[in-house]
């Protein structure tokens, strides 16, 4: 069975541009979780979303965003980019954040990443 | 407030040579879970083990063990008879209060030499 697989591998943008992120889960996972690696650090995160609904938020500022499409795939938007936005994105997927249960937590499985470099 | 603490950034042994990589986490919650994920060089987070907080058995798979303390608030990761394919950079990670949020702590540069 196929990853979780994100689009594009690399990207270089210059600073003030926006940039879209891909993301498509596990087959029969339900959600999908973003985060950010700066390189040297443990990865942030920045937003979950299932079943096309928010459903936890990082302290980030409002020029990200990321919306859920009904085949559960995902979109991360960064706008007006900083030099400081460059760094690893990483996808995660989980069948569902509360299976089981209310306390139970699923495992995330992540993608490959998107290498965004802002010059 | 909740967080992940791996004190040791960079560890470096000789093949064959056993290594711990410790794992420090807070939480006020009762309920939380644990994760190890590796990360080689590729860059992908591979999951390795996932504990609930009333589970405090230790594990073992293969050449990888973890050891889960709640006393100490620990989740130590003994790999034994490294292997050069070992090096990766290793993250602890933490998740509770009911959300799907993980926390990573700045992770283990191991560097398996042979």
């Known amino acids: 069975d196929a990853g979780v697989t994100q689009s594009p591998t690399h990207l270089i943008k210059t600073r003030g541009q926006q940039v879209t992120l891909r993301c498509s889960p596990i087959?029969?996972?339900?959600?999908v979780s973003w985060y950010q690696q700066v390189l040297g650090q443990g990865p942030q995160f920045i937003f979950q979303y299932y079943e096309k609904e928010e459903r936890g938020r990082g302290n980030f500022p409002d020029r990200f965003s990321a919306r859920q499409f009904p085949n559960y795939s995902s979109e991360l938007n960064v706008n007006a980019l900083l030099l400081g936005d460059s760094a690893l994105y990483l996808c995660a997927s989980s069948l569902d954040p509360e299976t089981g249960g209310a306390w139970d937590t699923d495992t995330q499985y992540f993608g490959p990443g998107t290498r965004l470099t802002v010059l | 407030a909740q967080k992940v603490t791996q004190a040791q950034t960079e560890i470096s042994v000789v093949e064959k040579e056993d290594v711990t990589l410790d794992c420090v986490y807070e939480t006020r919650d009762t309920t939380y879970y644990l994760f190890w994920y590796k990360q080689p060089p590729s860059g992908e987070l591979v999951f390795l083990i996932r504990r609930n907080s009333f589970d405090e058995q230790n594990e073992i798979s293969g050449r990888y063990s973890w050891n889960f303390q709640k006393s100490t608030s620990s989740f130590n990761f003994t790999i034994t008879a490294s292997q050069v394919v070992d090096s990766a950079v290793y993250f602890c990670a933490l998740s509770s209060g009911n959300t799907g949020k993980l926390i990573f702590g700045q992770g283990t540069t191991l560097q398996v030499k042979p």
């Open positions: 087959s029969g996972h339900k959600s």
